[in-house]
């Protein structure tokens, strides 16, 4: 069982930075790759990024890459998402979840965090 919490969200000008952090909570932390997600109104659940188990592999969608950042600190059982260079497109409420084989099929997560809130104004 991996309890997920994300946090960082918030109200940024286009052009400008957030970074959002997903905690978990758990022994096995390391056993899950993170995935990010996020939904704008109206739309469906999009993948962001997921990074593996140790951080050393990743895969962006192609509307984030280059500006958008994952990592993780398996000590401090947490995953940071660095988003630089918001799009008022952007805006969503951005959800991490844990797998223990990554894919960008969101189906298949098996833990999911309550979701944070990200508004790009433009």
């Known amino acids: 069982q991996v309890h997920l919490v994300e946090s960082g969200g918030g109200l940024v000008q286009a052009g400008g930075s957030l970074r959002l952090s997903c905690a978990a909570s758990?022994?096995?932390?390391?056993?899950?790759?993170i995935g990010w997600f996020r939904q704008a109104p109206g739309k469906g659940r999009e993948f962001v990024v997921h990074i593996s188990q140790s951080g050393d592999s990743s895969y962006y969608a192609d509307s984030v890459k280059g500006r958008f950042t994952i990592s993780r600190d398996n000590a401090k059982n947490t995953v940071y998402l660095q988003m630089n260079s918001l799009k008022y497109e952007d805006t969503a409420v951005y959800f991490c979840a844990a797998i223990t084989r990554a894919t960008t099929d969101w189906t298949s997560y098996d833990y999911w965090g309550q979701g944070t809130q990200v508004t790009v104004s433009s």
């Open positions: 758990g022994r096995t932390f390391g056993n899950y790759a």
